[in-house]
Nanobody
Framework: QVQLVESGGGLVQPGGSLRLSCAAS????????IGWFRQAPGKEREGVSC????????YYLDSVKGRFTISKDSAKNTLYLQMNSLKPNDTAVYYC?????????????WGKGTLVTVSS
């Protein structure tokens, strides 16, 4: 059974850091585009960062460049998102996804999400 399970969300103060994890089972992450999306209250889901399955290129949303780092551990079949210098507008539910390409409609598998709240 294909499954993606996110963890690591929580409440953090502005300027703080969090590391999200996404454990995959039932398939191998290395064969797919894999990434993180987020959805803030009242807003559409947006792509945060992604690793292309075809060439390994890494993409970031402009507003997180220099603050967030995506990585994966192939041996653990796990995807990570290190988030530093967090801002209140980073508050959202963060979803892990895998599929054929690094766009919303290219993702075939989704996790249930983990909530990140940035607030003082």
């Amino acid at each position: 059974q294909v499954q993606l399970v996110e963890s690591g969300g929580g409440l953090v103060q502005p300027g703080g850091s969090l590391r999200l994890s996404c454990a995959a089972s039932g398939f191998t992450l290395d064969y797919y585009a894999i990434g993180w999306f987020r959805q803030a209250p009242g807003k559409e889901r947006e792509g945060v960062s992604c690793i292309s399955g075809s060439d390994g290129n890494i993409y970031y949303l402009d507003s997180v460049k220099g603050r967030f780092t995506i990585s994966k551990d192939s041996a653990k079949n796990t995807l990570y998102l290190q988030m530093n210098s967090l801002k209140p507008n980073d508050t959202a539910v963060y979803y892990c996804a895998a599929g054929g390409s690094c766009v919303y409609y290219g993702m075939d598998y989704w996790g249930k999400g983990t909530l990140v709240t940035v607030s003082s």
